[in-house]
């Protein structure tokens, strides 16, 4: 199959996408894997950029150009869904009042923005104003412009029009992962088959970092729904209250939404006693009358919280995959400006100066920590170690104006060039104390040994910080393709169930042959091609073979990692002349890995210009592991300053240091 554009989701975003590209010509396919499970029918439909004190200026600006589009998008999509029974989206600029209580500096919450109105009303003006609020409301602020909208029938409004237009809707359709190729996405690969487009667009709402490693995580709200009783004839309230942990948002249609919670909880399902009992106390102490109102359904949804809590819009790394997610507490409010600028990015090319504030790479020059951190340079080692010694050696690299960007994997950034290993420490304790103090942000763990608890692996897997430390599960032990992928899989579970939601990293080895631990070049690219097109990182463990590192590059790996000599053997850089000529011709991160044994070899290896190293056996074999660590993490950063420096050229014949003119004639 092969259409325009393909967007992954079928939410508010997705929808309110699918029916831009399509009116300006673009032939679109939605794919959603459920459509009624979306944040987008959770919500509770504020339209509330200036109730929701939004601090950020750009945010603010987006909100309000969202906000402004919205009675012509609605009138639009009324129009185009006219003849269908479904087609009122309950659009109500009603205006939202957020009262405030006796509790200190409320009043002083709202931060006036010259761009909307927003009036204060005092404890007598308020309470004519709205009859009926709790006693002990003092006040509050009156928001004119902004309102709300009846987010359920909007998104089936969205729906009908989409597909009125020929947009092709696919629901019960799962993406598994977006197959990237040297900088593009070649596919998707769904439950029913690998769809292909020319341009994909990821509006996948809180679980996008299941497909690509975006900084989206849930942010779970649970909501209910009161009815007006029969006996009340008038609707009591005509406009929406905003108050502390709480809203109240009337429907036309005699329904009245509360909500909601905000909780850090993953994708844990349901309603709980302690959440509505929450929504029910803040409600009735808001507005004491609800208390006899009765109670309609509940329901909850997932958030795609970002960590600054701003959206995801614009370029990805990929040249034909653009982001739409990440859009918080407000993505029923953005949805027409989404639509809008995304259409001008992937029809037009053109990028409203506006989106490079929300574009995606904010989040990765943001440094994983490390346990030990000088995050000053971008070539950091410990500055202190904790084997009992505490020194401080450190290097500022920024003196000898060194440029270096760090080490880029997979659209990740790491600061530090050396990954370290778990296994053949004498105890997790040493462990913990060598990963400390090398410095390393990226620890490979043996995913069939954790899994297993085999001898030296127990408790391992929970005895690091994955919250400081980013995880590359490895499939050691695997001898065939088959089962490294199987084992990939489970590892990018791990990652999961460690609190690493968005890790898709896996090192990947094949190693048919248990004396010299060499890996099956065969087996190695078949695995590689399968976990790329599944949409892992993949980190591939090969010998030093130029050519077959060149085919694994061209098939999406991420790195390729040459052996400078057999896994343990501590016999340092054997392979030096081919891993020149990988190094020469990569275009992905050349990270040397297995062999190394001593500090100088792994300084030997960073001058060539290797991209970052994996030491294990020379660290924890050591007669003092840590040291040895905090050793090589010196080294490693050594070696990229010398590369960085760039070394003098090899002279056949010597020549003098000091000049050979002028001296004085005995
Ligand atoms: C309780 C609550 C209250 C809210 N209140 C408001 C409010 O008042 N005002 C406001 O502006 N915003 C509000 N929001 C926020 C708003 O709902 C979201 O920001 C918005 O719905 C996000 O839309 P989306 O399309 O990005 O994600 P979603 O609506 O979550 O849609 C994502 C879609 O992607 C699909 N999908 C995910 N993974 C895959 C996959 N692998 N393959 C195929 N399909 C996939 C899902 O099935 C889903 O259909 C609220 C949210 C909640 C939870
Ligand atoms: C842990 C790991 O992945 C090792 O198999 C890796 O190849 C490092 O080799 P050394 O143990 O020789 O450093």
């Known amino acids: ?218 942010r779970k709200g649970q909501m209910l729904r009161l009815r007006v009783p029969e006996f009340v004839t008038e609707l009591p309230l005509t406009r929406v209250l905003f108050g502390k942990n709480i809203y109240i948002v009337p429907r036309r249609n005699r329904s009245i939404v509360l909500g909601a919670t905000s909780e850090n909880v993953g994708f844990t399902p349901d309603n709980t006693p302690a959440g509505i009992q929450s929504l029910l106390e803040a409600a009735t102490r808001l507005y004491p009358q609800l208390a006899d109102y009765p109670i309609q359904e509940m329901w909850w949804g997932f958030r795609p919280a970002t960590s600054d809590e701003l959206p995801i819009l614009g370029e990805s790394h990929c040249s034909n995959l653009t982001l739409a997610t990440g859009h918080y507490r407000n993505g029923i409010l953005l949805a027409p400006v989404t639509a809008n600028l995304i259409a001008d990015v992937i029809l037009s090319q053109t990028t409203d100066p506006l989106l490079t504030h929300f574009h995606y790479s904010r989040f990765q020059n943001t440094p994983v920590p490390t346990q030990s951190s000088t995050t000053t340079s971008m070539l950091t080692h410990p500055a202190n170690f904790t084997n009992g010694h505490s020194k401080n050696l450190s290097i500022q690299p920024a003196e000898f104006n060194l440029q270096d960007s760090g080490l880029v994997i997979a659209g990740k950034t790491f600061q530090s060039r050396l990954m370290t290993g778990t296994g053949k420490y004498r105890s997790i304790e040493e462990m913990q104390k060598s990963v400390a103090a090398s410095g390393c942000q990226i620890v490979t763990v043996a995913v069939r040994r954790v899994q297993t608890n085999a001898p030296g692996h127990e408790g391992l897997a929970e005895a690091l910080d994955w919250g400081k430390i980013w995880m590359l599960p490895n499939t050691a032990g695997c001898q065939t393709a088959e089962e490294a992928i199987r084992v990939a899989r489970l590892g990018r579970e791990m990652a999961k169930l460690l609190g690493q939601e968005d890790n898709n990293f896996v090192k990947l080895e094949v190693i048919p042959d248990a004396k010299y631990l060499l890996p099956d070049p065969i087996g190695t690219l078949h695995a590689a091609e399968q976990l790329v097109k599944e949409g892992f990182a993949v980190l591939p463990y090969i010998n030093a073979d130029p050519m077959l590192a060149k085919r694994l590059e061209e098939v999406g790996c991420a790195t390729v990692m040459p052996l400078a000599a057999p896994i343990g053997s501590g016999q340092g850089l054997k392979t030096t002349a081919n891993i020149q000529i990988i190094i020469e011709n990569a275009k992905v991160p050349v990270v040397v890995d297995a062999g190394i044994g001593a500090p100088s070899e792994a300084a030997q290896a960073m001058e060539l210009g290797a991209d970052a190293l994996l030491i294990n056996s020379a660290i924890a074999l050591a007669e003092n592991a840590p040291t040895m660590a905090y050793a090589m993490g010196l080294a490693t950063v050594a070696g990229r300053i010398a590369y960085l420096a760039g070394r003098m050229p090899i002279k056949n014949y010597a020549s003098a240091s000091s000049p050979l003119t002028g001296t004085i004639t005995a």
């Not at 996408?17 to 300006?24: D, I, M, Q, W, Y």
């Not at 209580?101 to 927003?118: D, L, R, T, V, W």
């Not at 709790?134 to 709300?148: C, L």
């Open 1 to 218: 199959m092969t259409s325009d554009v393909l967007i992954i989701g079928g939410g508010i975003i997705g929808l309110a996408c699918a029916v831009e590209l399509k009116l300006r010509g673009a032939n679109v396919t939605v794919v959603c894997r459920d459509f009624t499970a979306a944040a987008s029918h959770a919500a509770a439909g504020m339209l509330a950029p200036d109730a929701e004190n939004i601090a950020d200026a750009a945010m603010l600006d987006l909100c309000r150009r969202s906000l402004s589009l919205y009675p012509y998008w609605i009138s639009k999509l009324e129009e185009l869904t006219a003849k269908k029974d479904l087609n009122n989206t309950g659009y109500w600029p009603c205006g939202i009042l957020a009262p405030v209580y006796q509790e200190a500096g409320e009043k002083k919450e709202f931060i006036p923005n010259h761009q909307s109105p927003a009036y204060w009303l005092d404890k007598a003006a308020i309470h004519e104003y709205q009859p009926g609020l709790g006693a002990d409301v003092v006040g509050g602020w009156w928001y004119p412009e902004n309102g709300q909208v009846d987010n359920q029938t909007l998104v089936k409004v969205l729906r009908t029009a989409a597909e009125s237009l020929g947009v092709s809707f696919k629901d019960g359709v799962t993406v598994e992962a977006i197959a990237q190729q040297q900088g593009q996405v070649i596919g998707i690969q769904t439950n029913i088959g690998f769809l292909r487009a020319d341009h994909y667009l990821l509006a996948a709402g809180a679980w996008s970092n299941q497909l690509l490693p975006l900084t989206v995580h849930p």
